[in-house]
């Protein structure tokens, strides 16, 4: 079946270096992506969104790249910080101007070496 | 703070108790969602809501019964559960269940069968 995943279940990162975590997706009418953070403890967190009509957004510190043509997604974390240690899932939205609810991966834990 | 508060954080019930869930959202959203988060497991969506109405039931076992008495509030009746409900369950909420906009999360409620 259709699926969202991650590629990693664990990230490991010194501080200061630029962290890449990867998603592949199968369904090809997704049309809006999202990236989340859960730290242990709390509920996801909104990271970044991007549409499918978009290759590359940027926010702080963080850039979302979106690679249709083999169905990739990437998550960038610039100069990683102890508190970017977390789970980060990213999920799709299917196509039609929105679904019920969002389709998440499992998730891959970033851990930050000192 | 998150705009979506989950109450309580933690709850311990035997199979036979009857108990319920509380999310409210303070971000003026039409559309709210249940989820269970189990471990090594992607967030499974539960229920959705947009404007008051159930839009979804994910084949959720009816021992789970939500109630959306209005755009803000969500609960979850929880009766005569089974150990392997033990889980975190999440609630969120977006603008509307039509557009691509992000979903809020709360901090979950952690629910524990005996």
């Known amino acids: 079946g259709e699926s969202v995943g991650l590629h990693l279940p664990t990230l490991s990162v010194q501080e200061g270096d630029n962290s890449i975590i990867n998603c592949a997706y199968s369904?090809?009418?997704?049309?809006?992506f999202i990236w989340y953070k859960q730290e242990s403890g709390k509920g996801p967190q909104f990271i970044i969104d991007?549409?499918?009509?978009?290759d590359k957004r940027q926010g702080q510190r963080v850039t979302v790249l979106l690679n249709k043509t083999v169905k990739h997604l990437s998550l960038q974390i610039a100069a990683t910080q102890p508190g970017d240690s977390a789970v980060y899932f990213c999920?799709?939205?299917?196509?039609?101007?929105?679904?019920?609810?969002?389709?998440f991966g499992k998730g891959t834990h970033l851990i930050i070496q000192p | 703070e998150t705009g979506v508060t989950q109450t309580p954080r933690h709850l311990v019930m035997g199979m036979t108790n009857k108990k319920s869930l509380k999310c409210e959202q303070h971000?003026?959203?039409?559309?709210m969602y249940w989820y269970k988060q189990s471990a090594k497991k992607p967030l499974e969506l539960m229920f959705v809501?947009?404007?008051?109405?159930?839009?979804e039931n994910n084949s959720v076992p009816s021992r789970f019964s939500p109630e959306c008495p209005n755009s803000s509030h969500l609960f979850l009746h929880l009766h005569t559960l089974q150990p392997e409900d033990s889980a975190l369950y999440l609630c969120?909420?977006?603008?509307?269940?039509?557009?691509?906009?992000?979903?809020?999360f709360g901090d979950g409620t952690r629910l524990s069968i005996l």
């Open positions: 971000l003026g959203h039409n559309a």
């Open positions: 991007i549409r499918s009509n978009m």
């Open positions: 369904n090809s009418a997704s049309d809006y």
């Open positions: 969120a909420s977006s603008q509307d269940r039509r557009s691509n906009q992000p979903q809020h």
């Open positions: 809501y947009n404007f008051k109405e159930q839009t």
């Open positions: 999920a799709e939205n299917m196509g039609g101007g929105g679904a019920d609810g969002l389709t």
